[in-house]
């Protein structure tokens, strides 16, 4: 388009074609007169040919703008004629005819048809034996796919594994995470989701292969009871990857440390309110003990988790009976089962808590020791699952460990905290025999119906399942080599060398698995390598397998439950300094100079052990000694 000219306030475009009118120059008048009157004259008459250019142009525009009025206002009349000629041959309205002719009729997408219109992509009308489409256009129907038929197998026809306790049918397959709304900043609402993603799978069982307590069952209660949630979120601000850090360096984690006890301070004060209130049920108490159990041995103290662990053992035992009483009653409104993770967890932590110096009174542990044999099931030829050797197993040295608490003698008046279980049962003759041979039986036949196992994990088609098989190995070993050395003299105990070896090697190769170690994070709750290391080094007495596992424990800092890298490798190298004076090429510790730990106190606070003993004098056999140390870790 070419230049404008404005006239007042309207801006008319010169139109492309047409042409620059162009102006003659004035001429000097005599007069200024003269001039001012040519100007006006040639003015004049540029103003009138614009205007007469623009009156074509607005010519053009009214045609082009006539002509379309025209055409719009024809087909409006020939729309009109049409739809009065639809609605007097069938007798509806035009709109009802436009609306008909706009929409498309709807019908349910048809799956069933047969094989020949379902290839050409047309409606079938499913007659048998040929549908009439294609029976119309002389084709061959190809028929009709069978339909599928779900299969169900009844539980009479197969197989079940029964579990020691039926599992609850209320809990979901997924655990949604908990909103915003239920915490009062963003520090608890932080430090919970640190548990959910970090602490929770560092919890998880490696032995249990569908354990859900860490990762649902406990999350899943929290939504509706604060103590759990505080416990939660107490757990989620402990340093989990750097526990020793934690314990010897209080500056380095103040803010996260004041988190924590201020958020199990909170739950503690929420349990007792609840439970005064009469609002927390007995299955909310159990895992309120379990958190607390699990926060208390984080710190070490002892006799704090040893306490919250027989108190939710109790419960454990109270909810079975319940339940037991309710099904026999047929009650229609029982409390749902306990869920089979919770009851291995304590099974777990109660072993630890006997191994450590908890006791009760004998007819305690009697009756803790007949539960745990009537939940056992009959030792199968073969295993079929991890899971099925693993709760065997546990519920053999469980009832192991009670019994020997039925049955232990006080042999020296000291002033002792703990007594504990590492140091091997007491000699043959001090217990019946046919009582521990019953265990060790059973310890004999679950390592034969464990072979398919092993022999399967450590196959190249086993390595999902390596890691798991090999720490119930190593549960395996560590047991039955606590057994024996009740079972038989220093002698034949001697032949259990290659056992020690394996229990070694088996520890140092889970050190060593690329990617998912079983020792990423230094703290866990359940049992994996310190307590087998630590029953190898405290009584066999083997030097070179004794050496080795003070070398493991002075490179790694580690507490699995209520044991520790720390203390023990400290302890063990003090009897092994004890007992070796004077050696020189023996392989075991000669009888006369074995040094029994009889007592182990420990001060957190402080960060000391107060360790006691009795030792043989070297050519005596009538005359023993005291020895006792501090040990600072």
């Not at 294609?134 to 169900?152: A, M, V």
């Not at 539960?371 to 519920?395: D, G, K, V, Y």
């Not at 007594?419 to 060790?440: A, N, R």
């Amino acid at each position: 388009m070419g230049q404008g000219t404005v006239h007042g306030q309207i801006h008319v475009p010169r139109p492309s074609h047409s042409p620059t009118i162009a102006t003659r120059p004035i001429k000097r008048a005599g007069s200024k007169e003269a001039a001012a009157k040519a100007n006006d004259r040639a003015e004049a008459g540029r103003r009138f040919k614009i205007l007469i250019t623009s009156a074509s142009v607005a010519s053009v525009v009214r045609s082009s703008i006539l002509r379309c009025l025209l055409t719009c206002a024809t087909e409006t009349v020939l729309i009109k004629m049409a739809a009065a000629a639809s609605e007097t041959e069938s007798g509806e309205a035009p709109e009802q005819v436009a609306s008909k002719k706009r929409s498309r009729a709807k019908a349910p997408k048809v799956r069933t048809g047969c094989l020949t219109c379902k290839i050409r992509r047309v409606k079938c009308d499913e007659g048998k034996p040929a549908c009439k489409r294609c029976i119309r256009f002389r084709t061959t129907c190809d028929g009709y796919l069978q339909p599928r038929q779900e299969t169900r197998i009844t539980e009479g026809k197969r197989k079940v594994q029964r579990p020691i306790e039926p599992k609850q049918l209320g809990i979901l397959a997924l655990c949604r995470s908990l909103s915003s709304k239920h915490f009062s900043d963003d520090g608890e609402y932080y430090y919970f989701q640190l548990f959910c993603h970090q602490t929770a799978p560092q919890l998880s069982s490696c032995t249990q292969t569908e354990s859900q307590l860490w990762s649902q069952i406990v999350l899943q209660a929290s939504e509706t009871e604060p103590c759990i949630r505080h416990a939660i979120i107490a757990i989620g601000a402990l340093d989990f990857k750097d526990w020793a850090a934690w314990s010897s360096k209080p500056e380095l984690a103040s803010a996260r440390r004041q988190v924590a006890y201020h958020e199990y301070h909170r739950a503690i004060l929420a349990l007792k309110t609840g439970i005064a209130e009469d609002r927390i049920d007995l299955r909310t108490r159990i895992l309120a003990c379990v958190l607390f159990a699990c926060f208390e041995s984080y710190h070490g103290n002892k006799n704090e988790a040893v306490s919250q662990i027989f108190a939710g053992t109790e419960m454990v035992g109270e909810y079975l009976r319940v339940k037991a009483a309710e099904e026999r009653g047929n009650t229609t409104l029982s409390r749902p089962g306990l869920e089979e993770s919770i009851y291995m967890t304590f099974v777990v932590v109660e072993i630890q808590a006997m191994t450590i110096g908890g006791r009760k009174c004998k007819e305690w542990h009697a009756e803790r020791m007949k539960n745990s044999r009537a939940a056992m099931q009959p030792i199968p030829p073969e295993f079929s699952t991890l899971q099925e050797a693993t709760h065997s197993l546990a519920l053999i040295i469980l009832g192991s460990c009670h019994w020997w608490l039925t049955k232990r003698k006080t042999m020296f008046s000291l002033a002792a905290t703990h007594v504990t279980l590492v140091e091997g049962v007491p000699p043959s003759d001090e217990l019946p025999t046919s009582q521990l041979s019953i265990f060790m039986t059973e310890l004999e036949q679950w390592n034969v119906a464990f072979k398919a196992v092993w022999r399967r994990a450590k196959s190249p088609q086993g390595e999902a399942i390596f890691k798991k098989a090999a720490l119930v190995r190593l549960f395996y070993l560590s047991s039955y080599l606590w057994l024996a050395s009740g079972a038989s003299n220093s002698q034949v105990s001697r032949r259990f060398t290659r056992e020690l070896e394996e229990v070694i090697h088996l520890s140092t190769t889970l050190m060593e698995l690329p990617g998912d170690s079983v020792i990423d994070a230094s703290f866990s709750l359940d049992t994996r390598i310190v307590l087998p290391l630590t029953i190898v080094g405290f009584f066999y007495r083997h030097r070179a397998c004794r050496r080795r596992v003070i070398d493991i424990f002075s490179k790694l800092s580690r507490r699995e439950g209520l044991w520790d890298t720390l203390w023990t490798g400290k302890v063990i190298a003090w009897v092994a300094q004890q007992e070796e004076v004077g050696l020189t090429n023996e392989e075991y510790v000669p009888d006369d100079a074995v040094l029994r730990v009889t007592s182990l106190d420990t001060d957190t606070v402080k960060r000391s052990t107060l360790v006691c003993g009795i030792q043989n004098v070297r050519g005596s056999k009538s005359k023993i000694g005291l020895r006792e140390t501090v040990i600072y870790w």
